[in-house]
């Protein structure tokens, strides 16, 4: 399969036999500056194809061929590699694009159509990937082309009661996910990835290397939460680790329509954002065929507890009785653990945190929203009709909650608002595997026709996106709705990190 993938990408790469001027200028100015031409894979070459191949989650913008890729890739193997390759870009007129664990929902990273279609350059820092902590394993450096399977992993293998609190997939890399905001399993505890940020540094414009101290106050609120889109390129963080019990408990607990899946989400509206800090459940959602053959909606409840499972089961009951939770349902296991239980990876040894290589070959597009009131039974009732009626769609719902320490951050204490008032977000998510354009496109109509049928049950004025689930189509209008977020647009579109 791997070697299917490689052949037919290899096809759809332009040779570069003809070096173009830009990329001739950048190419002497950084073995100038850095006496590492090595870093340098240029299109076409059996070693740019390999970079792309490894890094690439979302194979859509490989094989589309309205989609362009980047003239050349930079391997940074320290960070005045960076320094060097922004000051060359600068000097030929280059656009840079940085690929850190390759998760950009939209492949902006290592792609770029429409109007941005134009020459670029790629600069791969996932080879920046070291973590080095204080001496009371308090608060660590973590440079941004580590995964967050590596950062969990180097803060809890050898000390289970120290955690991180950022997002659930562990191959997304940390550079593009705490510039976005992070949210995850711990968010309502210690609030978001950037919430926990104590210091940075970026790459500004110049080829400078800025800390907090020197960057400012307005580039330091704005690279925590605002993505770094424009402002340079961030190559590490401090980051503040969070204290977690030695023992957490986590549990899945799925049921149909014919088991009171409405009425259970429509309670869990209310209960989830409320909810003791150390108890964090999500609700994920999609279609099914029953034995019957009959559709019906499948609802998981995928949780955990900061705890032991008496205690779980005690402030189940408390808070949620209607869910049934019982002491079969409940695993308990270390906080390193369960991040591999999140992944769906639950068994595995702990060093699978720390494979990079994509768990799909595959395609996927997803949109997002935020909830400020709850839906109700009637509108739960449409959403899954609309689901079990695109049963040949992969369509999925994954909705996960606020609430807790989220609502005591202020929404401009740094560049991420998604605070107080809102209930949940909503991620839809579809992955495919077939290659042709017709079936990308049917599936991506499809999901923008469940984004607008959702247009009455989220947020208004403005109705609101999580920067990390990146979507293109905001800002554009498709035909029968419009947009009143914007998307990236001017000096934002000319450093894009993920």
Not at 156 to 180: E, L, M, Q
């Amino acid at each position: 399969m791997i070697l299917f993938v490689f052949l037919l990408f290899s096809s759809l790469i332009v040779s570069s036999s003809s070096i173009q001027p830009q990329e001739s200028a950048f190419t002497q100015c950084f073995t100038n500056v850095t006496q590492s031409p090595n870093l340098l894979a240029f299109s076409g070459t059996s070693s740019y194809k390999i970079i792309l191949l490894s890094s690439v989650k979302n194979q859509r913008f490989l094989f589309s061929p309205e989609t362009s890729k980047p003239a050349l890739i930079v391997s940074a193997g320290n960070e005045s590699h960076v320094q060097a390759a922004v000051i060359c870009a600068r000097a030929a007129g280059l656009q840079i694009r940085v690929l850190s664990g390759g998760h950009d929902y939209e492949g902006q990273s290592y792609s770029a159509f429409g109007g941005n279609a134009s020459f670029f350059l790629t600069v791969d820092i996932s080879g920046l990937r070291s973590i080095s902590f204080d001496s009371g394993h308090n608060s660590a450096w973590v440079q941004a082309g580590a995964t967050l399977g590596e950062l969990y992993y180097a803060v809890a293998k050898d000390h289970p009661t120290k955690a991180f609190p950022a997002g659930i997939c562990p191959t997304v890399g940390v550079g593009g996910h705490v510039c976005g905001g992070g949210i995850g399993t711990l968010t309502r505890k210690f609030g978001t990835a950037a919430d926990n940020v104590l210091d940075a540094r970026i790459v500004d414009y110049t080829g400078r290397l800025l800390d907090m101290s020197t960057m400012g106050e307005d580039l330091f609120w704005a690279v925590r939460g605002g993505g770094s889109s424009g402002f340079g390129i961030l190559v590490a963080f401090k980051v503040q680790l969070a204290n977690v019990p030695p023992v957490v408990t986590v549990f899945n607990v799925g049921r149909s329509l014919r088991q009171n899946a409405t009425k259970l989400v429509a309670r869990w509206q209310e209960v989830a954002p409320a909810l003791d800090v150390n108890l964090f459940i999500r609700v994920i959602a999609q279609a099914r065929t029953e034995g019957d053959g009959n559709q019906t909606i499948k609802v998981t409840f995928n949780s955990y507890y900061l705890g032991r499972q008496e205690q779980l089961l005690a402030e189940a009951k408390r808070a949620f009785p209607e869910l049934g939770l019982t002491a079969a349902d409940c695993t308990e296991m270390t906080w390193l653990e369960s991040t591999l239980f999140f992944n769906g990876e639950q068994g595995k040894p702990l060093e699978a945190l720390l494979d990079r290589k994509p768990e799909f070959n595959s395609s996927f597009k997803a949109k997002s929203d935020f909830v400020k009131n709850p839906i109700s039974e009637t509108g739960l009732k449409k959403i899954w009709t609309f689901l079990m009626e695109a049963k040949d769609e992969p369509l999925v719902l994954i909705m996960e909650p606020m609430g807790g320490r989220m609502n005591e951050i202020a929404e401009d204490a740094i560049a991420f608002p998604h605070r107080m008032g809102n209930l949940y977000n909503i991620q839809y998510f579809m992955r495919w595997f077939e290659r042709d354009e017709a079936t990308t496109q049917k599936h991506l109509e499809w999901m923008r026709s469940l984004y607008a049928f959702m247009t009455p049950y989220v947020s208004t004025n403005p109705r609101t996106a999580y920067y990390n689930y990146k979507d293109i189509d905001l800002g554009e209008e498709h035909e029968g709705e419009e947009d009143d977020i914007l998307g990236c647009q001017g000096l934002g579109c000319e450093i894009l990190q993920g």
